[in-house]
């Protein structure tokens, strides 16, 4: 597993505006750089594998969350576990599994419809 640092670099006690962590959230460019960023224990050879589909479901979480506290504090808790519940999502199941892109749906049964007076032939 790996951690750098304790909690990232954001610091609970640091006088903050609510700009910070928005601000450093759009510096990181990759998913090791988000879980270091928040903090959380990772095993590099699960995220080499599931980095977009962690990023996409990390996003996909956060936009079924609603409305996000005004605090940053509280946004960053939040963001935290949900990109906790993400990676934990592929450490217990794989991207064909979590169908997390459209492509892995794609081969999924479709409903069909066939009206009624289709199926009696006169």
Do not use: C, W
């Not at 759009?26 to 879980?35: D, K, R, T, V």
């Not at 590099?44 to 956060?62: A, G, K, W």
Request: aromatic share 10%; hydrophobic share 40%.
């Amino acid at each position: 597993m790996r951690l750098a640092g304790t909690a990232g670099p954001y610091r609970e006690n640091e006088e903050m505006t609510d700009s910070n962590m928005e601000l450093d959230l759009e510096e990181l460019g990759s998913a090791e750089e988000f879980l270091d960023y928040f903090g959380i224990a990772f095993v590099p050879s699960v995220v080499q594998v599931n980095r977009l589909h962690i990023l996409q479901r990390f996003h996909d979480y956060i936009d079924a969350a609603g409305a996000l506290p005004p605090q940053e504090e509280a946004r960053h808790a939040l963001f935290r576990s949900l990109l906790s519940r993400a990676y934990s999502d592929f450490v217990h199941s794989d991207a064909r599994a979590e169908k997390v892109f459209r492509v892995f749906r794609m081969h999924e049964p479709q409903p069909v419809f066939i009206p009624v007076d289709q199926l009696i032939r006169h």
